[in-house]
């Protein structure tokens, strides 16, 4: 069998839509097998558990119509914080041993984050990096935040299958949250949609989930753009993120999670030179598109209503950090510093772990609002140190690994009442 096993977290802790204590192992073969995942605790009886799935055939869109078999099998009851070594397949054949750690369930949980964007089989320079970072456990989750393989769809899905066996190395032993890029756009998203396995029943397409202090909530950009594949798409995802953020903004449960993160592929803002979505005022993402009927509404407004905190964004094969912005306005924070309380989302875009497109450029001036900008290969280090306290640093492959840009965000109150 052919294998491209990777782990996924469903839903932790008080979200609607996962599994409690939990741990969502999927891979793909190329004939029809059972589905079983066998494991156990760091240092107890090898694959002392037994868990069984189901897999669900997905078919390439590509003239050779060729054929997968997608396995998801769910651990349950795991203890939080917890090491375990599993291995997946059946008797017809098993993967390699990998072994990953459970989350923590507790609020007070300081997770600690990999991000990045734009990650290709052919060039992905920061891989090798996030491998040996991973496996020495410095990360508790890896946020992808779209365009995978360049493309998944090419060779008959053969470059999708391949990128999977690369991602392995990280996404077998530290769940890998995901969000839709452009580049996944071939036959309706459909390599993404089956490949991956995100919380919610949305195709993975927009989902959310609690971890620590926070509630991180993962949407699709490329409703706005791929309207072949039906305007419906765009109206249901903004209808479930107001209901989500107005979920995530009642009293008690901001008050157990005051951090509320996004994440979706075109960013709203930034100063490269190529013309993308971002670098125009009407940007769609940002107001929508009025070119559609009814007029498709923007996310810059419903986000800073509801007190977003910080938006990560990928596509830019950059890296830029801005200053707290709304309306293309900087909005400081309430003392000298800008990220002390600021009055505005604080947005990141990451999209520069590396792909056959190598790099895009910026224009010589940046805007008033783009705080820090480099053209370096790299990704992004995130750990929520608590309720209050955010940090985020920047790492350069280009420079051996060296921390190119840091930051502190400070929020004493969350919450749309907080920009006031």
């Known amino acids: 069998m052919i294998f491209h096993c990777f782990c996924v977290c469903t839903l932790l802790s008080d979200s609607k839509e996962g599994v409690k204590n939990s741990m969502l192992v999927t891979w793909s073969t190329a004939n029809k097998t059972e589905s079983v995942v066998e494991y156990g605790l760091w240092g107890g009886k090898l694959f002392s558990h037994t868990a069984e799935g189901d897999a669900s055939v997905f078919i390439d869109g590509g003239p050779e119509n060729r054929t997968m078999y997608v396995h998801r099998v769910t651990l349950t009851d795991l203890t939080p914080a917890a090491s375990y070594v599993y291995h997946c397949g059946s008797d017809a054949g098993w993967s390699d041993i990998f072994y990953f750690t459970s989350l923590n369930e507790s609020v007070s949980f300081s997770p600690r984050f990999a991000l990045f964007g734009d990650m290709g089989n052919e060039n992905p320079q920061s891989l090798s990096r996030l491998q040996k970072e991973t496996q020495m456990g410095m990360y508790d989750v890896i ?66 989930w609690n971890i620590g202090p926070a509630h991180i909530i993962s949407f699709s950009t490329e409703v706005y753009f791929y309207l072949e594949y039906g305007l419906d798409l765009l109206f249901r995802q903004y209808d479930w993120l107001q209901a989500d953020l107005q979920e995530a903004n009642r009293p008690e449960n901001r008050a157990q999670r005051p951090w509320i993160i996004t994440m979706g592929h075109r960013p709203m803002y930034c100063s490269n030179d190529d013309g993308d979505d971002c670098t125009h005022f009407q940007s769609y993402v940002r107001l929508g598109r009025n070119d559609t009927k009814p007029i498709a509404p923007g996310l810059e407004d419903l986000f800073y209503q509801y007190g977003v905190d910080l938006e990560l964004w990928a596509h830019e094969h950059t890296y830029e950090r801005l200053w707290p912005v709304y309306d293309y306005k900087v909005f400081n924070g309430s003392s000298e510093e800008p990220y002390v309380n600021p009055k505005a989302p604080v947005h990141i875009i990451t999209g520069s772990a590396g792909c056959r497109e190598k790099h895009d450029g910026f224009i010589p001036k940046p805007r008033d609002w783009s705080a820090f900008r480099s053209t370096d290969y790299g990704y992004t280090r995130m750990r929520l140190i608590n309720g209050t306290h955010l940090y985020l640093e920047q790492v350069s492959d280009d420079q051996y690994g060296k921390v190119i840009d840091q930051m502190m965000l400070v929020k004493e109150k969350h919450g749309g009442h907080a920009w006031r």
Not at 188 to 199: E, I, K, W
């Open 143 to 208: 946020l992808h935040i779209g365009d995978f393989a360049y493309d998944m769809h090419e060779d008959n899905g053969r470059i999708g299958d391949e990128f999977m066996r690369q991602i392995q190395s990280i996404a077998a032993y530290t769940p890998y949250m995901t969000c839709p890029g452009n580049h996944e756009w071939a036959y309706n998203f459909s390599h993404y949609r089956s490949r991956f396995s995100m919380p919610g029943h949305t195709e993975n397409l927009w989902y959310s």
